[in-house]
């Protein structure tokens, strides 16, 4: 794949230079993060939140973005504070779930990840907003809720996996095999794991991971349901072919804002593939 270029890392290091570093202002609370020097400062201003973080003992501080605790699972739209939305019990986490995300209480610092990884949780991917989704043993989650930094730690359900056709099959009753894609938890432990599942539940496995996110199956939309069920899957829908879809990989990564901010034409003139990962 080909590297930026000076003037794009140039465009990039400038965007980040402008959040300019300001003195906290009075009241709200001012939390420690264990085992960094890092604090953060939470307050209201007009009326909203807003917060900062400091890393030299409170001399200096740097706004970030005002936190927003809505959490966005296609349908299911919820600050999990308030607990989960109402859910059918059968697409419910069972107790000995081992997928949750956890929310934080302002824009994510790298401290937040480490204090994580420290506790013992996989951190597998950032969800919007201020939230990972990690792996790890729901002994964990009464002590992370408890930190200070932390807005709710709650479970990834298997609603949240399935995307709305499946749960408009299972809630008709259908029994009708369909080919799926299943997207991993993560690509570099879990695909044999998910392949060997498929199987033992009696589906169809039509394509193996071979290094990338997704495994392929046929299932009825029971066998689907039990698959979310896994530790091991983040999603599943409906198998698509492949498509060239470079427009959202720019709306996901945040190039079309950026350009709108700097008037940076990012990849003009570059030529590179993007891929899921190595592959065999």
């Given at each position: 794949m080909s590297r930026p270029t000076l003037p794009l890392l140039a465009s990039v290091l400038l965007l980040g230079a402008t959040v300019a570093a300001q003195v906290a202002p009075k009241g709200g609370d001012i939390i420690q993060v264990p085992g960094s020097d890092a604090q953060v400062h939470i307050w209201k201003q007009d009326g909203a939140l807003a917060s900062a973080v400091s890393r030299d003992g409170g001399k200096t501080w740097f706004r970030q973005y005002a936190p927003h605790y809505?959490?966005?699972?296609?349908?299911?739209?919820f600050d999990p504070a308030q607990g989960d939305p109402a859910l059918a019990p059968n697409l419910m986490a069972s107790n000995d779930n081992r997928l949750f995300y956890v929310q934080f209480k302002t824009d994510i610092i790298p401290e937040y990840r480490d204090a994580l990884v420290r506790m013992g949780?996989?951190?597998?991917?950032?969800?919007?907003?201020?939230?990972?989704?990690?792996?790890?043993?729901?002994?964990?989650?009464?002590?992370?809720?408890?930190?200070?930094?932390?807005?709710?730690?709650a479970d990834m359900h298997p609603a949240y996996k399935l995307e709305k056709g499946i749960l408009a099959d299972l809630a008709a009753g259908s029994t009708t095999a369909v080919t799926y894609d299943i997207m991993l938890a993560n690509k570099l432990t879990d695909a044999k794991a998910v392949e060997a599942k498929v199987q033992a539940i009696g589906a169809e496995l039509i394509g193996k991971a071979n290094g990338?996110?997704?495994?392929?199956?046929?299932?009825?939309?029971?066998?689907?349901?039990?698959?979310?069920?896994?530790?091991?899957?983040?999603?599943?829908?409906?198998?698509?072919?492949?498509?060239?879809?470079?427009?959202?990989?720019?709306?996901?990564?945040?190039?079309?804002?950026?350009?709108?901010?700097?008037?940076?034409?990012?990849?003009?003139?570059?030529?590179?593939?993007?891929?899921?990962?190595?592959?065999?």
């Open positions: 809505e959490l966005s699972f296609r349908d299911f739209k949780a996989e951190v597998l991917y950032y969800f919007p907003y201020e939230s990972y989704i990690v792996r790890m043993d729901r002994s964990k989650v009464s002590e992370i809720r408890s930190l200070d930094y932390v807005h709710a730690v990338g996110i997704l495994v392929t199956a046929k299932m009825t939309p029971q066998q689907a349901r039990q698959m979310a069920s896994e530790d091991t899957v983040l999603w599943i829908e409906e198998y698509g072919p492949p498509s060239l879809d470079d427009d959202n990989l720019r709306i996901q990564c945040g190039i079309n804002t950026v350009e709108g901010l700097r008037g940076t034409e990012f990849g003009k003139g570059m030529t590179g593939d993007i891929v899921e990962g190595v592959y065999p």
